[in-house]
């Protein structure tokens, strides 16, 4: 769940730079959010070339998949084009869905992490009762992000 808290502390922190004048994207919640999404996906990317957690992640490939590092490496550079993408105006929209698409085609890697207990950084996967609810509220998220950044051009 450190991708959440990644996101939480983000979305508060932009929020309150917003507030104290030191950011201007983060002067709306919209804002602070584009901008913390961009960081939990930044930290999500990293995740897949760490050595603590890439192993694991290679793990949560469901085996009828082929090249499964390689599938984690392009996953893990989408990820982080997306939240550079996030990071830019004119390409919010189109991160969005790009990132909106990519967390229901690793779901199942979820599906699969899940299912056969396996763990992540040493802890275990979460649980598809909590999973399944995050990303929806993470694909909202960013659906919530491009709308509010469409209508301020």
Not at 27 to 51: N, Q
Not at 78 to 105: D, F, K, Q, T, Y
Request: glycine share 10%.
């Amino acid at each position: 769940m450190a991708p959440l808290v990644v996101m939480i502390f983000g979305w508060v922190g932009f929020r309150l730079m917003g507030a104290l004048g030191m950011l201007q994207a983060g002067a709306t919640w919209s804002g602070a959010l584009r901008y913390a999404m961009a960081a939990m996906f930044i930290f999500t990317a990293v995740s897949h070339f760490h050595p603590r957690t890439r192993a694991d992640l290679v793990r949560m490939v469901p085996p009828i998949l082929p090249m499964p590092g390689l599938l984690v490496t392009f996953t893990g550079i989408v990820e982080l084009i997306g939240a550079l993408g996030l990071l830019i105006p004119p390409l919010v929209p189109l991160a969005a869905v790009v990132l909106s698409g990519l967390l229901i085609l690793m779901f199942p890697a979820n599906i699969y992490a899940s299912v056969h207990n396996l763990t992540i950084g040493g802890r275990p996967a979460a649980p598809l009762a909590l999973r399944l609810p995050l990303q929806l509220f993470w694909i909202g998220a960013l659906w919530w992000i491009a709308r509010a950044e469409a209508a301020m051009v």
